[in-house]
């Protein structure tokens, strides 16, 4: 399976639909389009054809675009065949190209030639992927401007930075100082500083590109009965959790997700927090301390009589079953009914304010995801090295500011591994 192999897959969703594009890969594949359209094709213009298979007979009522090398998607040929979507045509198409010598291409192929041939840098694919998995406006907006270049440029331009600082060192110890210009070793070390500043500064927004590429963790969470099912499927808009006055009811975590401002929520409903001798929800109580251990928000929920009241700081305080009762008497807590939805609207509000906060109110300047967090901390701290262990042996410098470099020549796919090639473009999905 390899580079010069003519490939294709559907880059539509499957099942039954209106449309299905199928996408081609290849090489000279003018040859086929004429072939298949009837005429020699000029390259964007789309032809309405009957797509005939090898015996003549008609395949479907198709249109097809041909994109002519380097012009393309892949930088090689490509084709696209919009045909009816129903998936006894869409089969008949790949039966036909496979008895035309292609085969189906593997998860992420396309894009992956599209690196080869220089279309797209690792960078751009992690926006690729973060794109097809968006489900928010804020992961739209992200994910967008990193698939179109937008964190390559910040990151190239880091990496320029550093080689120019590498060869400013290696020039302190191959001239004399007078070849050299006057405080160049005051330049370099400003250029370190300034260069580490920067990216500390895009580690610390970490915070930001996770809660808008993972979505913002809530745990909603109380002692047994104090009504956190009925709360959660208030706030999520569904039945999804089991509502029962027996206590214990809820014995594992249920999670939902949401769009909050934009923002991807992800919000689980715990077991009640209780001593108890039952093993299943002994279980559902560890799950609960688990769950408030990875959120990013915690809404602790009781009743109106609960006497004794121990939240953490940051945790959202909610006295449900407003109903019941008539003075709200706890400051700084938001009074809710789950049976008549009253304080749900300030709960929503306040909860919204979090979820800004944590998100910094606004855009990361990069979208960091697992794979990249990695390689731009080792870029600080190998910056952070030059400065503070070189001891002005610039051999030294040079070698830390070229780990660096490497370490963000690693997210642009300059320097790589094909450990780190296939992991990246494993994720994306056929015909992309």
Known sequence: MGNDDTIFALSSGHGKSG???????????????????????????????????????????????????PHSFTGTDIIEIQS?????????IFRFLHESKMRIAMPGEFSKRAFYNGK??????????????????????????????????????????????????????????????????TTIYENIKQLYTAVSAALKRYSTSRAITCGINVAIVGETNVGKSSLFNRIVGSARAIVSDIPGTTRDVVSATMDINGYLVNVSDTAGIRDTMDTVERIGIERTNSEIDNADIVIHVITPNDSQIQIKPGEILVVNKSDTITNHTISGAIYTSAKTGDGITELMSILGKHINKIAGGGESVLMINARTYDLVKTAADELKNAMDKSNGDYDILSEHIRYAADAIGKILGVISTDEVLDMTFSQLCLGK
């Open 120 to 185: 797209m840098d690792l960078s751009d694919v992690d926006g690729l992927v973060a794109l097809l998995d968006a489900q928010t406006e804020k992961q739209r907006i992200a994910a967008l401007k990193s698939m179109m270049g937008g964190d390559s440029d910040i990151y190239a331009e880091w990496r320029n930075q550093m080689l120019k600082i590498s060869a400013y060192a290696a020039a302190m110890t191959d001239y004399d100082a007078d070849d050299l210009p006057g405080n160049i070793d």
């Open 84 to 92: 009816h979507g129903a998936m006894a045509v869409v089969s008949k």
């Open 19 to 69: 449309v299905a594009v199928i996408r081609i890969s290849g090489n000279d594949l003018d040859e086929f389009a004429k072939k298949i359209i009837g005429r020699p094709p000029v390259p964007r213009h789309a032809y309405f054809t009957n797509l005939r298979d090898k015996d003549g007979e008609i395949i479907d009522q198709c249109v097809v675009i041909y994109f002519a090398a």
